[in-house]
């Protein structure tokens, strides 16, 4: 990390792919303006099982994100997969013990963006994307989604919501972003990256 530039937390869960994928495209959107750094963070699994046995540090990919990580982000775009219109129980349990983190406002007036993938069209990513937004608006942050100023989001014919960016993996559970995908995450990233600047 730049210790002159602002960290934006891009804090994720992913199975498959496609949350991760979509992440890594937020990255560089956010990477793209200057003075800014994305932050690659995820959370266990959870489960009776995987709480006991899961190892502090994950085997590959982003590190599990910790309590400094959200003090000290000056933004937040949080992914998870769509569960039945809302998101996966890993990332649900990492954010119910944000308590302390809400307690001291540490992310009240920080912007924020939502993203999430699912396997149909119609897999309830918008009612995911905006649940995932109410515990961030109880923290006091400022919720920023993809404006229609975006001319990608009226055309798309796969992922990408007002609301945030998305992935629709098909039947086949194909992790790769259309090239709509692609071009709505990126400007979502950018536009939290913004944010973060004119807020900081």
Known sequence: MNPTSLNILVLFYSQNGSTLNLARQIARGIESVAGCEAVLRTVPKVSTVCEAVESDIPDSG???????DLKNCAGLALGSPTRF???????KYFIDGTIPQWLGAELSGKPATVFTSSSSLHGGQEST??????????????ISGIPYSESTLSHTQSGGTPYGASHVAGHDGSAALSA???????????????LALKLA
């Not at 982003?62 to 400094?68: I, L, V």
């Not at 990126?186 to 913004?194: I, T």
């Open 85 to 91: 219109g809302n998101m996966a129980a890993a990332m």
């Open 62 to 68: 982003a590190p599990y994100a910790t309590a400094d």
């Open 129 to 142: 994307l905006l649940t995932m937004m109410l515990p961030l608006l109880h923290h006091g942050m400022v």
């Open 180 to 194: 709509d995908e692609n071009e709505l995450a990126f400007a979502q990233g950018k536009r939290l990256a913004e």
